[in-house]
Each structure stands twice: as C-alpha cells, then as structure tokens.
C-alpha cells in the first residue's frame, strides 16, 4: 500500500521560503514520477511541480523560477524548495503518485 506523507507548511510572508517533504512508502520512488498539487479555496487541485524516473522536472509556468522539486531516493521523499512566495501561492499542498494522494499541507502566504 503506497502512503505519502508531506510536510513542511505554515505560514510565511511574501517574498518568504518553505521547504515541504513528502515521504514515501509502498513504492520505490526511483521508479517513480512525482509530482506536487496544490489548491486554493474554491479552486480546482493544480499541477505545480513533477519529476520523473530520469529526473526530468516540470513546472507550472506560475511557480517556474521560484520552486525546485528533487528527490532523495536513499530517503524515499521528495521536496518542494518554495522560494519568493506570494499570497497567491497560498493553498493545501498535495503530493501524488501512483494513484495515490497525500493528507495534504497548508501553505499560508500572508503579511
């Protein structure tokens, strides 16, 4: 059974940074494509960020420059680096693969 469990969130000013983790259980994320969701009240859950088997990266063109995925595969998790955050970033984060979702982490960007 996989899991993912994140961490990492809170609340941090604009222009402020968070790390958020994402351990992994159930499967080996080196065989992996990983990705990292988030969403806003009322809006619909969003790709952010994703990283493939060969360490291929994606971003949305909304967080590109900004955020950094990568991945320990000695510790099974995956990071989302969130750097110069607005108040737009704000919203639950989610990591996913395999068909499978996290609990989700609350990132609060507020002055």
């Known amino acids: 059974q996989v899991q993912l469990v994140e961490s990492g969130g809170g609340l941090v000013q604009p222009g402020g940074s968070l790390r958020l983790s994402c351990v992994v259980s159930g499967i080996a994320i080196s065989g992996s494509t990983m990705s990292w969701y988030r969403q806003a009240p009322g809006e619909e859950r969003e790709l952010v960020a994703s990283i493939t088997q060969l360490y291929t990266p994606y971003y949305d063109h909304s967080v590109k420059g900004r955020f950094a995925i990568s991945r320990d595969i000695t510790k099974n998790t995956v990071y989302l680096q969130m750097t110069q955050l607005k108040p737009e970033d704000t919203a639950v984060y989610y990591c996913?693969?395999?068909?499978?979702w996290g609990q989700g982490t609350q990132v609060t960007v507020s002055s």
């Open positions: 996913y693969t395999d068909r499978t």
